[in-house]
């Protein structure tokens, strides 16, 4: 079945760092853009990046640009999420999920179940 | 805060029509397509409503949503129990950026 399945995260110190992977199964990888949102305790969805099918274009919030780096191998059917110099902020779980559509339709048909982050000393 | 403005709560008795609003810009909502997912308490987002006012295969037809320039609009009828749960516009944005609402937590009383 078509499934999304996110792993890296834990507790890391405040200016560490951390990958987050994202395997994917039950489709063609390489047909679909890929997103981050994470969630802090408590508090709503936040977009973190976009990267298209190819990997030709990288969007990321204001939030993490600079920081957080996507990537992905459409041979090994996985995108990541490579964390830098990580602040308090960026405590959260972190959801990875298919684009369905057009780059820009923001319609994310399927999601992981999410991985932890929790930055703290 | 949001680029995309919800309320932050909404809530009805059970079969009521509830509605949610979601109120954005020329840049996001009134150039793109919108989005709604649906949170359950303790789960991950599931797409609840795309390209501004299609169900997912599975979705109850008790959900329906639309838009109008730059605001949109979820609106649940035959309210149940099992629909009290967190309700997120969302959008792409000319800024090249995705942008979800604050959120809206609907309790069914």
């Known amino acids: 079945q078509v499934q999304l399945v996110e792993s890296g995260g834990g507790v890391v110190q405040p200016g560490r760092s951390l990958r987050l992977s994202c395997a994917a199964s039950g489709f063609t990888f390489r047909n679909y853009g890929m997103h981050w949102v994470r969630q802090a305790p408590g508090k709503g969805l936040e977009w973190v990046g976009v990267?298209?099918?190819?990997?030709?274009?990288?969007y990321y919030a204001d939030s993490v640009k600079g920081r957080l780096t996507i990537s992905r191998d459409n041979s090994e059917n996985t995108v990541s999420l490579q964390m830098n110099s990580l602040r308090a902020e960026d405590t959260a779980v972190y959801y990875c999920a298919r684009n369905l559509g057009v780059s820009n339709s923001f319609h994310m048909d399927v999601w992981g179940r999410g991985t932890t982050v929790t930055v703290s000393s | 805060q949001s680029v995309l403005t919800q309320p932050p709560s909404a809530s009805g008795t059970p079969g009521q029509r509830v509605t949610i609003s979601c109120f954005g810009s020329?840049?996001?909502?009134?150039?793109?397509?919108v989005n709604w997912y649906q949170q359950l308490p303790g789960t991950a987002p599931k797409v609840l409503i795309y390209?501004?006012?299609q169900r997912p295969s599975g979705v109850p037809d008790r959900f329906s949503a639309s838009k109008s320039r730059t605001s949109a609009s979820l609106a649940i009828s035959g309210l149940q129990s099992e629909d009290e749960a967190d309700y997120y516009c969302a959008a792409w944005d000319d800024s090249l950026k995705g942008a979800f609402g604050g959120g809206t937590k609907l309790t069914v009383l």
């Open positions: 020329s840049s996001n909502i009134g150039s793109y397509t």
């Open positions: 990267i298209w099918y190819d990997g030709s274009n990288k």
């Open positions: 390209n501004n006012d």
